[in-house]
Nanobody
Framework: QVELVESGGGSVQSGGSLRLSCEFSGRDFRRDCLGWFRQAPGKGREGVAALDSAGEIAYADSVKGRFTISMDNAKNTLYLQMTNLTPEDTAMYHC????????????????????????RGKGTLVTISS
């Protein structure tokens, strides 16, 4: 059974940094497209960053140069390093995975911002104060 559990969220001031973690289990995720999406109160999904099985990465324009996605295969953990945070980054952050469609990173980023992928965690809350 596939399971994803996020952690690392919190409250920081504008300009600060956070590193989110997503521990996953249940399959060999190296064949899949994984990523992070966020959802602010009252708003829809926004795909933030995606990593595909070829190692390609895609970022939303809103986070390019500030966020970095990475994966530690030995620990079965996906990370999102976030720097220079602003109040506009306040949201619930979820990790998500596609296990069936062999998506590229760009496709995964689009999917996370629209119809979603196959599995997702419950999320970790990030709050940025000005």
């Amino acid at each position: 059974q596939v399971e994803l559990v996020e952690s690392g969220g919190g409250s920081v001031q504008s300009g600060g940094s956070l590193r989110l973690s997503c521990e996953f289990s249940g399959r060999d995720f190296r064949r899949d497209c994984l990523g992070w999406f966020r959802q602010a109160p009252g708003k829809g999904r926004e795909g933030v960053a995606a990593l595909d099985s070829a190692g390609e990465i895609a970022y939303a324009d809103s986070v390019k140069g500030r966020f970095t996605i990475s994966m530690d295969n030995a620990k079965n953990t996906l990370y999102l390093q976030m720097t220079n945070l602003t109040p506009e980054d306040t949201a619930m952050y979820h990790c998500e995975i596609d296990t069936t469609r062999q998506m590229t990173a760009a496709q995964g980023l689009y999917a996370m911002g629209t119809y979603g992928m196959d599995y997702r965690g419950k999320g970790t809350l990030v709050t940025i104060s000005s």
